[in-house]
């Protein structure tokens, strides 16, 4: 079983929302999501993974400078889901979008995170 599983990509153009979903598997990870820091990554074609943002146990969040203000994340602990409520999309937010999780680290280096999601599309046209 998979540990996160995103799901809600697709095509939109610029200025419009999308919101992204991730159902995680606490018996594929280290219990429930309830202890874990949730984040977002996303990888644009020809680039390497940058981070979006995360939320940490106590439902603090963190977004990077070019998504604050337009993106957010929360998260529903009986459902198991982690959401990334993406607003005012621009061409430039064009990529594939990962769900991490990881019981100790949240911040914002990619390799520190154990558990992966295998991705969802995002396209903004102009």
């Known amino acids: 079983q998979a540990p996160l599983v995103e799901s809600g990509g697709g095509s939109v153009q610029a200025g419009g929302s999308l919101r992204l979903s991730c159902v995680s598997s606490g018996d594929a990870m280290s219990g429930s999501m309830s202890g874990h820091c949730m984040g977002w990554f996303r990888q644009a074609p020809g680039k390497g993974r940058e981070a979006v943002g995360n939320?940490?146990?106590?439902?603090?969040?963190y977004y990077v400078d070019s998504v604050k203000g337009r993106f957010a994340i929360s998260k529903d602990v009986a459902k198991s889901t982690l959401y990334l409520e993406m607003n005012s999309l621009k061409p430039e937010d064009t990529a594939v979008y990962y769900c991490?999780?990881?019981?100790?680290?949240?911040?914002?280096?990619?390799?520190?995170?154990?558990?992966w999601g295998q991705g969802t599309q995002v396209t903004v046209s102009s």
């Open positions: 939320i940490d146990s106590f439902g603090d969040t």
């Open positions: 991490v999780a990881d019981v100790k680290y949240c911040g914002l280096r990619d390799t520190r995170y154990n558990y």
